[in-house]
């Protein structure tokens, strides 16, 4: 079993800004690839962005140029910078690995290991 922990949500006004990060116990991060989804209430989880062992990385198309992925293997930590934040970016964020490494998955279906979440909340 995989512990990941995220810590860095909370509430923000819109236009504003957020730096997510998920601390993942587990020594061999650097092999796998990361992501980051979402659910907002009455929702489906989904997409937000995704990064490979290798640095490449994918996005949720509503979230394009707003946020960026990035790692950290020899802390073990994945982050998620939001900027330009909507109301609509409000859900909970949640990070996970894949043993996938040489590509970024879009599919929830690609990750094995999850955190708890951490609440964003963007208000107008």
Not at 2 to 30: I, N, W
Not at 32 to 56: C, D, N, T, Y
Not at 111 to 122: A, D, E, I, P, R
């Amino acid at each position: 079993q995989v512990q990941l922990v995220e810590s860095g949500g909370g509430l923000v006004q819109a236009g504003g800004s957020l730096r997510l990060s998920c601390a993942v116990a587990e020594r061999t991060l650097g092999r796998h690839a990361m992501g980051w989804f979402r659910q907002a209430p009455g929702k489906e989880r989904e997409f937000v962005a995704a990064i490979s062992w290798s640095l490449s990385t994918n996005y949720a198309d509503s979230v394009k140029g707003r946020f960026t992925i990035s790692r950290d293997n020899a802390k073990n930590t994945l982050y998620l910078q939001m900027n330009s934040l909507k109301p609509e970016d409000t859900a909970v964020y949640y990070c996970a690995t894949s043993p996938r490494n040489w590509y970024a998955p879009m599919s929830s279906y690609e990750y094995h290991y999850w955190g708890q979440g951490t609440q964003v909340t963007v208000s107008s």
